[in-house]
């Protein structure tokens, strides 16, 4: 029994500073987007590059805006 309270005393992980931003990224380029800013307004807004503005304009969430997912 002392295992299963062991198990239940560990902290959830922190999130990374990158996946924080990420997420912030692609709220902020959402919010412009939705308001049909366009995506070249935004990226000079934001001050990143235009392909991630768009990466992350037609992503539904952040994470699936991420680099490399490889299909």
């Known amino acids: 029994m002392q295992a299963d309270t062991a198990a239940d005393d560990v902290p959830e992980p922190m999130e990374g500073l990158?996946?924080?931003?990420?997420?912030?990224?692609h709220a902020?380029?959402?919010?412009?987007?939705?308001?049909?800013v366009s995506i070249k307004a935004i990226s000079k807004t934001l001050g990143c590059d235009r392909k991630t503005v768009r990466?992350?304009?037609h992503a539904a969430t952040p994470d699936d805006?991420?680099?490399?997912?490889?299909?």
């Open 65 to 71: 805006a991420s680099r490399g997912t490889g299909s």
């Open 28 to 36: 902020a380029v959402h919010g412009f987007y939705d308001e049909g």
């Open 55 to 57: 990466r992350c304009a």
């Open 18 to 25: 990158r996946a924080i931003k990420r997420r912030e990224r």
